[in-house]
């Protein structure tokens, strides 16, 4: 069972900081044990392996009914804020590590972070009111 380097709350529910890359590449939750908790979601994050990225992450939320989200703004706002302390830098890559995984650049500026990297549109339409 592999330790925490750091637990912190953020937002909408738990970071965590493990040791190295391949811990939360593997991680197996046990997803329906963590559906009670009174809680949004939980990241799971490390430093990056691979010298082109900074740190990895995967975000689990079954709480709200997301086993595992593919990847997450949201949680990459908290992570951009958490990185930024412990590396001194307020520009990073990143890797959501999701069976589908998808690269995040993250900046902060001041209170603001924003997040760049690819998206592909699923569903599109139109309102009426």
Known sequence: ???AIAVARARF????EVGNEEIVRSLAPDVTAMGPLD????IVTARSSNARRDFVSRFLAPAVGVDE???TSSAHCALALYWA???GKTE???YQASSRGGS???R???DRVFLGGSAVTVLSGTLLA
């Open 39 to 42: 809680i949004r979601g939980l």
């Open 85 to 87: 302390h412990r590396l």
């Open 13 to 16: 529910g738990y970071l965590v």
């Open 69 to 71: 989200d593919p990847v």
């Open 108 to 110: 902060l500026a001041g």
């Open 104 to 106: 995040v650049h993250v």
């Open 92 to 94: 990073m890559d990143a």
């Open 1 to 3: 069972m592999a330790s």
